[in-house]
């Protein structure tokens, strides 16, 4: 457990935000990675995670959508999660709209394989209907940490 509490902790869980755009939720996933210590460059994070989004969508449909970004201004790896007031355009594979979204941030410096590993770990969750069942319409902080840490539960054994 002590890997998934150092990327994810309580207050990186956001919920009812009153966000309209894409861009704007990247750039409110920058400002809490700043806020939390994840990064030490707001500009920077919002860019690489911007230019991740430009390669090809992160809405991996049904509602959710997973950004992440790997870059100098990441000082340790961080999870988050922003669950949206309103339903917003995200481009996602399914032309569906987004109201859940999870941040992955990960410094350049490392190999890849936290990267690879948190968001292997993730979408594995999120293709079990339960799973995404309680997930979507959980409004409680303590259980969505509780999901989020469940799904980590992978990348603790790396």
Request: with cysteine; glycine share 6%.
């Amino acid at each position: 457990m002590d890997k998934v509490t150092s990327i994810f902790q309580k207050n990186h869980i956001k919920l009812n935000i009153d966000i309209r755009h894409k861009e704007e939720t990247l750039r409110y996933l920058a400002e809490l990675a700043l806020d939390v210590g994840v990064s030490h460059d707001l500009v920077q994070t919002y860019e690489s995670m911007l230019k991740r989004e430009g390669e090809f969508t992160t809405g991996f449909g049904e509602g959710f959508a997973i950004p992440h970004a790997k870059c100098a201004s990441i000082v340790k790896p961080g999870v988050f999660l922003v669950k949206l007031k309103s339903p917003i355009d995200w481009n996602a594979i399914d032309g569906e709209p987004v109201s859940l979204i999870i941040g992955l941030l990960t410094p350049a410096e490392n190999n890849g394989s936290i990267h690879l590993t948190l968001l292997a770990s993730l979408s594995r969750k999120l293709m079990e209907e339960d799973f995404k069942k309680r997930f979507f319409l959980s409004h409680d902080q303590d259980e969505l940490f509780n999901l989020i840490t469940e799904a980590l539960t992978a990348f603790e054994n790396e």
